[in-house]
């Protein structure tokens, strides 16, 4: 059940240029620190990107920002591997820091998993409901907060791009 979603949920999510890769059509791909990849095509007069059209070009651009409609929208990268999984909590064993705002580094993803009962995932000014059905999507690098609804037990899940260290 959703209080209330959390697709939109505030400032775009922007990330960084890591590298790059063609497509199956030859369209270039900048692979984002966030795990996702986004094309930039030079296909003026729509879009003017001369610089993806060589290599210098390309490479002046790592690190450059691009905002991640798919971090928006909360959507797990391709090729996630889980990498560490917490102790199962209770209402009386989450630790405080889950209780107030924190974030996960870089490409750190992380999966709430609720066990029983339900708990409040918020993400600034939204919240969202989990349960055993549903499970929480925390993205790299925003602050989030969780809040026991009464009796719960839940574990997370972090999950970083397979090969990644």
């Known amino acids: ?3 209330s979603g959390l697709a939109s949920h505030g400032p775009e999510m922007e990330r960084s240029i890591t590298d790059y890769h063609l497509d199956d059509r030859g369209d270039w791909v900048a692979e984002l620190d966030c795990g996702h990849g986004q094309h930039v095509r030079h296909n003026p007069p729509f879009t003017v990107r001369q610089w993806v059209t060589t290599h210098e070009g390309r490479q002046s651009k790592l690190g450059m920002l691009l905002n991640c409609v798919r971090c928006d929208r909360r959507e ?3 090729a996630l591997e ?5 102790p199962v909590f209770t209402h009386d064993s989450v630790p405080k820091g889950l209780l107030k705002d924190h974030s996960t580094k870089t490409g750190t993803w992380g999966r709430i998993n609720v066990t029983s009962g339900q708990l409040c995932y918020r993400v600034g000014d939204q919240e969202e409901i989990l349960d055993p059905g549903h499970a929480g999507i925390v993205v790299p690098n925003q602050l989030h907060s969780v809040l026991p609804i009464g009796e719960v ?3 997370v899940e972090f999950l970083r791009v397979a090969n990644q260290r």
């Open 82 to 86: 889980c990498y560490k999984q917490t």
């Open 153 to 155: 037990s839940f574990f």
């Open 1 to 3: 059940m959703v209080v």
């Open 76 to 78: 797990l990268p391709d």
